[in-house]
């Protein structure tokens, strides 16, 4: 069991900066890759952003060059840097982990969610 605790979401006005964080607990053992993903009202769940515990990352073509992803594996902690904030980046955006293991088995763990609301 692992638990995903989300902090560092508010308001802000376009082109101000967020760091979100994300602090992972419980049976961290097989932690692998942490991520972020984000949803808007009305509109399907998306990846933002995702980086591997060797520090490899991804992100979707919207927020390159705006958004940072990286993480302290000692604290089991990843965040994301996020500038040059606009409007269309309002959403929920939730934490995301997996646990996974020599015989292939995976687990997924989400967070709680924080809410990233950017006014024009």
């Known amino acids: 069991q692992v638990q995903l605790v989300e902090s560092g979401g508010g308001l802000v006005q376009a082109g101000g900066s967020l760091r979100l964080s994300c602090a992972a607990s419980?049976?961290?053992?097989?932690?692998?890759?942490m991520g972020w993903y984000r949803q808007a009202p009305g509109k399907q769940r998306e990846l933002v952003a995702a980086?591997?515990?060797?520090?490899?990352?991804t992100y979707t073509d919207s927020v390159k060059g705006r958004f940072t992803i990286s993480r302290d594996n000692a604290k089991n902690t990843v965040y994301l840097q996020m500038n040059s904030l606009k409007p269309e980046d309002t959403a929920v955006y939730y934490c995301?982990?997996?646990?996974?293991?020599?015989?292939?088995?995976?687990?997924?763990?989400w967070g709680q969610g924080t809410q990233v609301t950017v006014s024009s």
């Open positions: 419980g049976s961290i053992f097989g932690l692998n890759a």
């Open positions: 980086i591997t515990a060797g520090g490899i990352t």
């Open positions: 995301h982990a997996d646990r996974r293991f020599s015989d292939n088995t995976s687990y997924y763990y």
